[in-house]
């Protein structure tokens, strides 16, 4: 098969071109492009985080936002306690390094992931769907009415948590870092998918009613695979949280789930990489046409709906269909 | 005591109101089992051309028939040009096809009337207060609403219920293939109740033109609440969606009336006023979290 | 088959591998399960038969913990598994086959059963390792294939087999879970006649070191293979005997079989 | 002089596009009344839609510093969207001038020098409307706004200058649709006056089923601008015949400034003049005294920031100045719904409220 | 009545059926037999079209049908009751029966609720029942009962008593027979030999998506040695 030789050199293209992108974007004179990619590799983890659960695991999450926002206020919080000097609940120490935030992150998400998937995997199907939104959104209500916080004008993070040794103030080092955890996340994810523990998950997908039948209790499965893809959200809404330096409600709203769900989509279903595709073919195209056009909504309707009238399985499905790829 | 009774009417109004809403997607998400999040665009469709027709003529009853002719229309063509397609596929494919209807929708109505509300009267013999128990008075426009609501909900119930029609969808939407095997036409079928669907949602919105604000997005607003109607009450069941409209529309109202006064026995008043509203806020996520927790298919579904 | 499956019946000789007593079951008004009294013996097949709708798959889904009886006891080689889930019944040897196919339609062939030879080992909870270099795994799931038969579809997607070969396939994974107790609803629906012969060896091949329920509707295959027969009508075991009594009890012969020539 | 591009990020769509569709409208008219040019140094004006996402506010940023060279910023419709935007616009040495949102904490401590607001700051707009309910002399208030931060401030921003008691406050919901269970609440507490916050949608909503429930008649209500701007009278029509609004700017203001905009706008466009508009267009005003003073010389950040804190321009209010924050210091005047000449509603100017007023936030800037 | 040839159909990229070749007549009962995954199905798919076929010739009633919708096909009045059950789950026992009931051809002595109740009276005990909830062999019933509510002139029966107990398999051969009584086209598959040697005038073999042999009973007696070697008798 073309694919097993051919996926290995595509991806070491592609990770050259991403390393060499902020000085190419800087040579031609377009460097907000280096933002650009940022944050597609913030979001391409978020949606292929979703996508473990949505794409492996059969869990239409309606609610993944709830961890990229509560990612995202870890960072905020531990940064608005570090610069008011004064410890959270009177224990917890702010902290402005980036070794500590985002682990907290993780913990912090996998544990509401944890607590969300608990309750919401007792149920399936639409209400599945149904009760991720509704746990997702009372907290999106929570944070809103929380005023320490900022409530709904969100919490300004003044600067990027620090790494020892590098000067985060710089757009390009951001890049960097971003771009190492996005690699890291893929490799640890691509382990992750082949493993036996994904071929439960998988399973799980296609039949609960199988799967139990031969000697397996689905609720811990789903329960770990919830929680893995509840910190990958998370994770990315740590990082997205230091490359905006703010972190506000917005981003815990349901809105936020859907747009994930649509990259996930956009990109394929079940795919390793494409929702990492998806995320960065709906935040390039929202960029690109919304500097052409104040309508851009509706070329990006047209565009999506295109897509998935024509191609079956996401952007992913065009490529691998492409000739000579089968 | 009056108040008290009031604001129980004004739960069981707002509880027809979100059935009217969520009649056309029961019909749609619950019984074809189609997930169309473009459902709120129709509607906002129906109030944009009921509201328009109506200013233009100046009668409110020239509306009804343009709202629910566009609506239906504008439904018939969706399924037609896009839904129909999708059927067969994963249901998320249906989601970010009706994702990106809605962001079509939205920029379409924008070119056709521009960005600000539109302005819609009140009809003049509905514009009063009708005095429904002594020293009650009640908006007659929400009596006229409750109506239209109850109408339409038995309506729906007789057709799901008690005609092929409503069988053959149920049929349909578990094996279309079986069912064109045994002579419908389905996508015909599909087309006409999806176009009902679009017809219903119309009116909602026209009928919400007087409440409400008639402006781009006015579906978006909508949609997630509806959505928790039909969960809650049970998809697929047109009694549970009335039932669940109603309890919801009560609970909520009372929430909103009551809780932050209980708040403010235990606590100072200012923070127990956001509390409060903070929890109303989460009142039908709550509801709804609990419901599906105790009963995983929703109130009125068989618990096997 | 592997050690455990040989050793069971020894060690188990005194128990029975299933006793059932007093089991009810009753959905609103209907009664499927009617205070049932079962028992399978070490190694033996024991066919359960009676007409459509008695209650035999909803005997086998309590049987799983699928289901929740109203009321009676499940013992599997002597102890009880009422408190048990359906994992936790397959670990303790319980395996079934589902009378309408239940399997993993995106899954080839192979892999159907190579995950449940993976649930059986216990190891899933492994996030690292990729699954698709586990030769061990593999072979030890082509060799189910071999034994059903199916090894020739090894690399095809479920969704595409027919139905008969669906079928076989439902046996291949219950056996993949080395079963102590197989519980086996109407294996032989659905296959052809050259299929069925086959099949009907294959359990034979089986007798001794699996206990089996076989519930079954076809009459040759019963007759062929059973050592015991209970017969279930309405959800209450109306008769229980050998081969030949049951043939010729007069109720069974009414309630079941019908008059004149068993074999159609 | 080269020309100079201003970046306008704005929201254009969803149901608050009207909002950044009148701001950037205000701001082109000042542009095209002086043939494409502000303050004699010709401008290009370049527009995007943030969608009303902070995300997106931040990348439209970056692409217009960056890849276009833009240095001048203005247009933000909405507080989040500015919390995610304005600290990196100023921290990367641009300018921006809010023609709008002016959350508080970017008012206090979170000011910057490089930050201009020509607007209010969100609390100013209900400190009046509790001004001059305390001078119509009402005893009572009944106070609701939406549960956010916009909400809080506009409630704790009215009683800060209301001298009478609170009959009842309610927190309504930002995604609500049915106001009944409150407006029970408010007909049963039987206070003096109504106050109420519900910016664009949520007012049109709020004052249809005020006035279906027959309390238009029986309790008045005192306003901030925002919940009831040229366009949300339009679309309620002659019910809103009899509120008093309290506001920095009204469409009738007799100076010739405002006139000569008012003309413009309805000469150029059909469709209601909204305050944001005035906004859109002052921020222009602004932006123009400083290029005329710099020459287009906006690389001397120091000398364009000196002249752009004179505030050296006849805004369409009348007196019009930066407080040491750089938020305005100005007047608020009384408006009444009242029937025009054609019959239509309008706003109707009837006094002053407040003069020279600045914010409360002011004292804890430091720059 | 019913007249292929030729026919060839894929799923997708894997061809299934080569050249399958079936004659029916007017009142005629005819099987189709052969090992699993031969193509039984498939072929009755295609004749439904629930599958477009690559080539061949579909003639029903002299109609060429090779390529309509199954709709078409069924109202033409070809009545399927499809393998593996497929009930409509969400529906009462009487919903199945009546929602896609028809008389389409006029008959005169249609079939009605009264007499699908009649035939399997277990299905008359369970009218308000959800199909889902009914056990294997009374969800076959209602997919009987719910092909002949179409009234059509050609039945198709694909494994029509798989997991039927005898004595309503048995009945259902009765049923059978009474229908060929009447005149009722049926094509038949099924894997109870001697029943269908009694029952069908003329049966075909299918091997590998080929019709390998045909021929009515007596000479399915007669080639028993073959016949044995295609489907293992
Ligand atoms: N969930 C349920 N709710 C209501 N009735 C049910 C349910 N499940 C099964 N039944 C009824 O219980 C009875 C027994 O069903 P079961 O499937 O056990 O029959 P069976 O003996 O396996 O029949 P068959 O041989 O036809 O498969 C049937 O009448 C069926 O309709
Ligand atoms: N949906 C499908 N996609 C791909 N291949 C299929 C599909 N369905 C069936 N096949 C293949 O087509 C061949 C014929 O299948 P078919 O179902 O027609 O067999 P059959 O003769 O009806 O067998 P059985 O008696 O087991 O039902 C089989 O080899 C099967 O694997
Ligand atoms: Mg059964
Ligand atoms: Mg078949």
Redesign the pocket.
Known sequence: MAHSYMRPVLLIALLVALIALPSVAQASGYNAVTSLATRVLIYGIAAASLNFVLGYGGMVSFGHAAFFGIGGYVVGILYQHFALEEPLLGLIPGTNQMLITLPAALLVSGILAAAIGALSLRTGGVQFIMITLALAQMLFFLFVSLKTYGGDDGLIIRRTNELPGLNMRDKHTIYYVCLAVTVAFFALLYRLVHSRFAQILVGLRQSERRMAAIGLSPYRYKLVAFIISGMGCGLAGALMANFLRYASPDMLHWTKSGEFMVMVILGGVGTLFGPFIGAAVFIVLESLLASWTEHWQLGLGLILLLVVLYTQGGVQAVFSRLPGRR | MTLFIEQMLNGLQFGVTLFLLAAGLTLIFGIMGVINLAHGSIYMVGAYAGTVVATQTGSFWLGIPAALAAAALVGAAMEFLVIRRLYQRDHLDQVLATFSLILIFNQVITLIFGRQPLFVATPEFLSGSIEVLPGLLYPAYRLAIIVVGLAVALGLYLLINKTRIGMLVRAGSTNRDMVRALGVDVRLLYTVVFGLGALLAGLAGFMAGPILAVQVGMGEQILITTFVVVVVGGVGSIRGAFFASLLLGVIDTALRAYLPGLLRQIMVGPEADALGAGISSMGIYLLMAIVLLIRPKGLFIPKS | MSAVAEKAPEQAAATPSLAVRGLVKSFGGLIASDHIDLTVRPGEIHALIGPNGAGKTTLISQLMGELTPDAGTIEVEGQSIDALSTASRVERGLARTFQITCLLPDYTVRDNVAVAVQVRQGHSFRFWKPVAKDEALRRQAETYLAATGLAE?AD??V?????????QLELAVALATEPRLLLLDEPMA???HA?SLQMIEMLRGLKNQVSMLLVEHDMDAVFALADRISVLVYGRIIASGTVDEIRDDPDVRTAYLGEGDAGC | ADEVKIGMITTLSGPAGYLGQDIRDGFKLAMEMNDGKLGGVPVELIVEDDGLKPGNGRQIFERMQSDEGVKLFTGIVFSNVAGATVPDIVDSGSFYISPNAAPSNLAGKGCHENYFVVSWQNDSLHESAGQYATELGYKNAFVLAPNYQAGKDAISGFKRFFKGEIAGEIYTRLDQTDYAAELAQVRAAEPDVVFQFHPGGLGITFLKQYQQAGLADSIPMVLAAPSLDGVILQAIGDSAVGLTVTAHWNSDFDNEANKEFVAAWKEAYDRPLTYYASQGYDAALAYASALKATGGNIDDADAFRESLRKADFTSVRGDFSFGPNQHPVQNWYALKVEKGEDGTPMLKTIGEVLSGHSDAYAAECQM | MLKVSGLQTA??R?Q??FDVELTIGEGEVVTLL????????????SIMGLLKPLAGEILFCGQNVRGATPESVARRGVGLVP?GRQVFPTLTVRENLVATAANRLGRSDAWTLERVYELFPRLSERVDQSAATLSGGEQQMLVLGRALMTNPKLLIL??ATEGLAPVIRREIWGCIEALKGEGQSILL?D?NLSVLKRLADRHYI?EK?RTVWSGDSAALDRDSELVHGYIGL
């Open positions: 579809r095809e997607l969704a595409n087999l027919s139905h008969g070969e669906q079928k659905g296959l052809g299929e | 799923y997708g894997s299934v059926l052969g090992r699993n995954g031969m193509g039984k199905t498939t072929t009755v798919k393998e694909d494994e598959i894997k299918v998506g």
